[in-house]
T-cell receptor, first 113, second 112 residues
Framework: DGGITQSPKYLFRKEGQNVTLSCEQN?????MYWYRQDPGQGLRLIYY???????QKGDIAEGYSVSREKKESFPLTVTSAQKNPTAFYLC????????????FGPGTRLTVL | GQQVMQIPQYQHVQEGEDFTTYCNSS?????IQWYKQRPGGHPVFLIQ?????EVKKQKRLTFQFGEAKKNSSLHITATQTTDVGTYFC????????????FGKGTLLTVNP
C-alpha cells in the first residue's frame, strides 16, 4: 500500500517536554511538508522540504524543528519553546513539480497538558 | 505572502440543495487547488485549476477559475450526506513551486 503514515494518532505530553512526530511516505515523493491545523484556522505551513538534507521554514516555524535525512522520512519536533503546541498536525508529500497535488497523512493530534 | 479569503465559513443545507464556496485573492493567482476534509479526516486533493476562465466538472462538483485568476468557486449540485466536510482552496505562495497557502475553509453540513 502506497501512502503516508503518521504516528501516533493521539499524543499527550506534559508542558515543557519536547516531542517528535513521525511522518513516513513510500510514494517516492521528493517534497514533504508539515502543517498545523487549529479549529477555524485552516492549514498553516510549519516547515517543508524539497529534497533530502534540505528544508525551509514555513509561516509558523517558531518553536518547531525538522530533519530530512532520508527521502521517506520527515520528523517534526515540537519543542518546549512552542507557546501553544496543542493542535492537529498533518504531514504531506508531493512529487515536487510545479503545482503538484499534496497527499496528506492521517494526522497526529497533540495535546500538551 | 498571498492570502486567499474563503467564504462562507459555514454552510448548512438540506439534502438535495445546491452549495457553493468561493475563494478570493487580491492578487493574480498562478493556480488554485481544492481539497476536501471529512470530519475527523485529512485533506484530500480534488482538483487543480491553472487557466484563466477554466471550468472543470467532477460528477456533481463544478470548479471555476475566474477570468482574472483572482477568484475561484466550487459548486455542488444536489448535495448528498456524503458531501459533508470542509472544503479548502489553496494557492502556490509567491510563485513557489512547493508552498501552498490554504484558505480557512468552508464547513458544509447536510441535513438528510
Amino acid at each position: 500500500d502506497g501512502g503516508i503514515t503518521q504516528s501516533p494518532k493521539y499524543l499527550f505530553r506534559k508542558e515543557g517536554q519536547n516531542v517528535t512526530l513521525s511522518c513516513e511516505q513510500n510514494l517516492n515523493h521528493d517534497a514533504m511538508y508539515w502543517y498545523r491545523q487549529d479549529p477555524g484556522q485552516g492549514l498553516r505551513l510549519i516547515y517543508y522540504s524539497q529534497i533530502v538534507n534540505d528544508f525551509q521554514k514555513g509561516d509558523i516555524a517558531e518553536g518547531y524543528s525538522v530533519s530530512r535525512e532520508k527521502k521517506e522520512s520527515f520528523p517534526l519536533t515540537v519543542t518546549s519553546a512552542q507557546k501553544n503546541p496543542t493542535a492537529f498536525y498533518l504531514c504531506a508529500s508531493s512529487k515536487g513539480d510545479f503545482g503538484n497535488e499534496q497527499f496528506f497523512g492521517p494526522g497526529t493530534r497533540l495535546t500538551v497538558l | 505572502g498571498q492570502q486567499v479569503m474563503q467564504i462562507p465559513q459555514y454552510q448548512h443545507v438540506q439534502e438535495g440543495e445546491d452549495f457553493t464556496t468561493y475563494c478570493n485573492s487580491s492578487t493574480t493567482l498562478s493556480n488554485i487547488q481544492w481539497y476536501k476534509q471529512r470530519p475527523g479526516g485529512h485533506p484530500v486533493f480534488l482538483i487543480q485549476l491553472v487557466k484563466s476562465g477554466e471550468v472543470k466538472k467532477q460528477k456533481r462538483l463544478t470548479f471555476q477559475f475566474g477570468e482574472a485568476k483572482k477568484n475561484s468557486s466550487l459548486h455542488i449540485t444536489a448535495t448528498q450526506t456524503t458531501d459533508v466536510g470542509t472544503y479548502f482552496c489553496a494557492e502556490n505562495s509567491g510563485g513557489s513551486n512547493y508552498k501552498l497557502t490554504f484558505g480557512k475553509g468552508t464547513l458544509l453540513t447536510v441535513n438528510p
